[in-house]
């Protein structure tokens, strides 16, 4: 059964440190995974997608890697700011690519200016 | 639509009414799920849809819960005789078959 581990479960920062979550999952056969955000009261936002063959993906200030064989993943947030605060919510999807995504229980971001 | 779209954003309702949320996911996308996050819960699975295909029903917590989706398109998710455990915001996405879009959300209190 695949288990989805996201670490640290809080973090507080200064504002303008580059930080780094981490996810973790048991089972390497995956087709996707996603780091999505959640503000409070908030639905999901998607950020960023990382098919299995891919290493990693960059928007803006977020780069997330993958590695498959080790079953992890980070998401990289460099020069962090107050509107960054919110959970952060790592998932990885079935290898045949269809059923449900698997949740991992989330890091809280705190960035304080 | 451009994005999920997810009705009511709130629903406050009695102990032991029935309730029904409303999801119409993104024009085309293929695959619809219903997620439960309690609070300071992680999101609980709850239905799958795939086309037509039969539904995922493997994560409905109770047989008081139910779900259809009409036409390949909009969803409804049923709750009957609500109970107070049944409170948490419920979250649809609809995907193509790369990423997950959601909406956002109804929040659901039983009181």
């Known amino acids: 059964k695949q288990e989805v581990t996201q670490i640290p479960a809080a973090l507080s920062v200064p504002e303008g440190e580059n930080l780094v979550l981490n996810c973790s999952f048991t089972d390497s056969a995956i087709y996707n995974l996603q780091w999505f955000r959640q503000d409070p009261g908030k639905g999901l936002t998607s950020l960023l997608l990382?098919?299995?063959?891919?290493r990693e993906q960059t928007s803006g200030r977020l780069n997330a890697s993958l590695d498959k064989s080790s079953g992890r993943s980070t998401l990289y947030i460099a020069a962090s700011q107050p509107g960054d605060s919110a959970t952060y919510l790592c998932?990885?999807?079935?290898?045949?690519?269809?059923?449900?995504?698997?949740f991992g229980k989330g890091t809280k971001l705190s960035v304080k200016p | 639509g451009a994005g999920v779209s997810q009705s009511p954003s709130n629903k406050v309702t009695e102990k032991g009414k029935d309730v029904e949320l409303r999801c119409d996911p993104i024009s085309g996308h293929t695959a619809l799920y219903w997620y439960r996050q309690s609070l300071g819960q992680g999101l609980e699975f709850l239905i799958y849809f795939q086309g037509n295909s039969a539904p995922d029903k493997s994560g409905l917590p109770s047989d008081r819960f139910s779900a259809e989706r009409t036409g390949g398109s909009v969803s409804t998710l049923t709750i009957q005789r609500t109970q107070q455990e049944d409170s948490a915001v419920y979250l649809c996405a609809s995907s193509a078959g790369g990423g997950y879009t959601f909406g956002s959300g109804t929040r659901l209190t039983v009181v």
């Open positions: 990382i098919q299995s063959s891919q």
């Open positions: 998932a990885v999807r079935k290898p045949s690519g269809q059923g449900n995504l698997i």
